[in-house]
């Protein structure tokens, strides 16, 4: 684990800690096509738009699954998802590493960039490994593609951290 401290622009006294784990996000799913089901869509699905997607939010790529009640949905020149931003008190992202172990993250907001793999998340955000590792922030930024944490948080509020403790099995006996 790597502790640092960083100032974030429009953050005041802002603490980073980065947390490394075992694994990195499926790479298999950045090479399946992105689904997106909603009660309402709008928008265009060519190159270089935006679209909106309402309702009861589900985006899928692989083991990749975003939810909310509100998404607005950007595709690149290649007419390919290449950022979602996912609002609502639902907002949830979760992931299956490449040893298949579950990220998931909830916040009122989910940024995810598909190209970079990078998803910042604001407002009570809220991450957890399937290790039992687990962070919490005002914001919370992931890259999917190292697998590592970055928290922040505002004014006097904490970043929690937790920890999971060594297996009983590999524990050495304090007597």
Do not use: W
């Amino acid at each position: 684990m790597r502790t640092t401290l960083s100032c974030l622009g429009i953050l005041m006294a802002v603490g980073c800690i980065c947390v490394s784990p075992l694994a990195t996000a499926k790479s298999s799913d950045r090479t399946v096509p992105a689904k997106a089901d909603g009660n309402k869509f709008s928008g265009d699905i060519g190159p270089d738009s935006k679209s909106q997607l309402d309702g009861s939010v589900v985006i899928t790529q692989g083991t990749l699954k975003v939810t909310g009640t509100h998404a607005d949905m950007y595709t690149n020149q290649d007419s390919a998802l290449s950022r979602v931003v996912v609002t609502g008190e639902n907002a949830h992202v979760e992931q299956l590493d490449d040893a298949n172990l579950r990220m998931t993250a909830d916040a009122q907001k989910i940024d995810y960039n598909v190209e970079t793999g990078l998803a910042v998340l604001t407002g009570s955000a809220h991450a957890e490994k399937q290790t039992g590792g687990a962070v919490s922030g005002d914001v919370l930024h992931y890259n999917a593609h190292t697998g590592t944490f970055e928290a922040a948080s505002n004014g006097s509020a904490l970043i929690h951290v937790t920890f999971s403790p060594k297996p009983a099995s590999t524990r050495t006996s304090d007597k």
